[in-house]
């Protein structure tokens, strides 16, 4: 009885040991785990828009509605023209966006008004050489000389041309890429200075694909420069032993 009595006993302290041993363990992974450092990795690419959308308005105004019509039509014939002139064909050119206002249909209006009739014309250039429409833009005050009124800037954002950049899923996995290898760059140089092991990833952040003017001076828009800076930020932890 005394034997059958001494092996359970042995049974249960060996358990007891190895579950202790197991904890002890799991605690020593769990302080390993605590023992990280976190950098970011930067990558940036200068690129070019490879589209350029220019919306174009002008108005005219008058009591005789046929008469601003006919005006608007001869305005976008001069317009046309005007971009044919400078490299840019009809067929990149969609006529779009007649606004007709009658100021005597408002019932808030009060007093005389030297025009009754006031339209809008939009027109809107969709061309995949930026650098043409660039020039164009910049001698629109030929439109202007010639009798079109032209409405400066947009009801929401500024005027002139938007310069688009397509190719950033081109750029992206080398952009990626190069981020992640800064960043554990950093993590090496902070591991060497701490006298530590450079361990794997714990948990890692790609960040956003941001697209900024190249040149970061006041007041310059992205979308109205056609030299453009793609910047990635990738946020990493990196183990340490």
Do not use: C, H
Not at 108 to 132: A, H, I, K, L
Not at 209 to 235: C, Y
Request: charged share 25%.
């Amino acid at each position: 009885m005394t034997e059958q009595k001494w092996i359970p006993a042995a049974l249960v302290a060996v358990g007891v040991a190895a579950g202790g041993f197991l904890a002890g363990q799991g605690f020593a992974q769990a302080r390993l785990a605590d023992r990280f450092v976190t950098v970011k990795g930067v990558a940036e690419r200068d690129v070019e828009a490879d589209l350029a959308v220019w919306n174009i308005q002008f108005a005219s105004g008058g009591n005789d509605v046929a008469a601003v019509q006919r005006t608007i039509a001869r305005n976008v014939e001069l317009t046309l023209d005007f971009l044919e002139r400078y490299g840019i064909p009809r067929d990149l050119v969609s006529v779009a966006g007649l606004r007709v206002v009658d100021v005597a249909a408002n019932p808030y209006q009060q007093g005389p008004t030297t025009n009754r009739f006031s339209v809008t014309q939009t027109m809107v250039v969709r061309s995949e050489d930026p650098r043409v429409v660039e020039e164009a833009s910049q001698n629109v005050s030929e439109l202007v000389e010639a009798g079109v009124v032209l409405v400066s800037g947009q009801e929401y954002g500024p005027g002139g041309p938007t310069y688009i950049f397509r190719g950033l899923n081109d750029v992206k996995p080398a952009m990626i890429a190069e981020a992640t290898a800064r960043a554990r760059e950093a993590a090496s140089e902070f591991a060497r200075d701490s006298e530590s092991e450079l361990g794997g990833i714990r948990r890692a952040t790609q960040g956003v694909f941001q697209i900024l003017p190249r040149d970061p001076a006041p007041g310059l828009n992205e979308q109205n420069r056609i030299e453009k800076t793609v910047r990635i930020v990738s946020t990493i932890e990196y183990l340490l032993r």
